[in-house]
């Protein structure tokens, strides 16, 4: 048994710190049936809380941090041992302490600036949006709300998750389809055995042949999960054999098939979340905004409190 303390910070969908009404904070184990073993009312305004818990990390414990408020969806993150690991030179020593932000959203939340982040990954010379390869501007204007979010979401996880010191973005050639909860991209072909080898991704079930869409795309049998944080991490699932890039022949790819995991399979966490968010089979794009916002990684695009 270790104590561990974490110092919570409740902000708004508009990124500004909590001033609303009362919330209800929890703590939950997922290795015991959902045992709750905090739960303890804030005043209304509370916005940052330090939180001192005795936590057992010696087989595989999961725990589930979550914050409620009337009138918005539960704000909630996972925790393991792997959260208070922390890289000193080629090591890792775990730490006793930790910053968490989560994030209260609105029930029926809206975005103002979803067309404007086009431009915002422009500038930024994201490969999802380069000439001939990527979105055009018709296209992703043409895109559904929810498919806006997720391919900012996932553009915001890519250049920020690393591997061997370069961005996941970096690897990305070409974009093949946009869904309302992954993307399928074109990668160089070096990234598949990459991620394979990275002691930062495990092993994870692939995906069958989408159907529906408007290009053919192969089934993605070979499939590895980030493992830095307890939930909201990248999953990256390859196809079997790599493919010529379309417009240069002489360069090979791999189609990925591209999404943010909430760790439904892990332990009793389908019906934690079943409890805390709408049951769905698509990925809710405004709880990967709030997740990845908890994990200091900022999309191009904001939520409206009201």
């Given amino acids: 048994m270790s104590i561990k303390a974490i110092t919570l910070i409740i902000l708004r969908a508009d990124r500004k710190l909590w001033d609303g009404g009362p919330v209800q904070l929890q703590v939950t184990d997922m290795r015991e049936g959902l045992k709750v073993l905090h739960d303890k009312p804030l005043a209304a305004g509370s916005h940052t809380i330090l939180i001192n818990l005795e936590l057992l ?5 999961v725990y589930g941090i979550s914050i409620d408020a009337e009138g918005h969806r539960s704000a909630w993150q996972l925790i393991n041992r792997q959260s208070f690991l922390r890289e000193e030179g080629t090591t890792k020593i775990e ?4 910053t968490m932000r989560l994030m209260l959203v609105p029930e029926n939340p809206t975005s103002s600036d979803l067309e404007a982040a086009y431009d915002q990954l422009r500038a930024a010379a994201s490969p999802l949006v380069a000439d001939n390869s990527g979105l055009g501007r018709n296209a ?7 498919a806006k979010m997720a391919l900012l979401n996932i553009d915001a996880k890519l250049r920020e998750t690393r591997i061997n010191g370069a961005s996941l973005l970096s690897f990305v050639q070409g974009l093949e389809h946009v869904a309302v909860d992954r993307l399928f991209l074109l990668t160089r072909p070096e990234l598949k055995q990459l991620v394979k080898s990275s002691s930062e991704f495990a ?11 408007p290009v053919p795309l192969p089934a993605h049998p070979a499939s590895w999960k980030h493992t830095r944080f307890g939930a909201g991490n990248l999953q990256l699932s390859f196809a079997k ?8 022949a002489a360069k ?3 189609s990925v098939d591209a999404d943010i995991d909430l760790e439904r399979g892990l332990l009793h966490v389908a019906e934690f979340l079943d409890n805390k968010i709408h049951p769905s089979k698509k990925t809710n794009q405004t709880l990967v905004y709030a997740l990845l916002f908890s994990q200091g ?10």
Avoid: R, W
């Avoid at 730490?95 to 930790?98: A, N, S």
């Fill in 57 to 61: 990390f010696n087989a595989g414990q």
């Fill in 95 to 98: 730490v006793d302490g930790m």
């Fill in 140 to 146: 992703y204007l043409a895109l559904e709300p929810a």
């Fill in 203 to 213: 092993s994870a079930p692939g995906h069958k042949a989408p159907k529906n869409v």
């Fill in 241 to 248: 054999n790599s493919q010529p890039l379309p417009g240069d």
């Fill in 252 to 254: 090979q790819v791999f």
């Fill in 297 to 306: 990684i900022i999309p191009d695009y904001t939520l409206s409190q009201v």
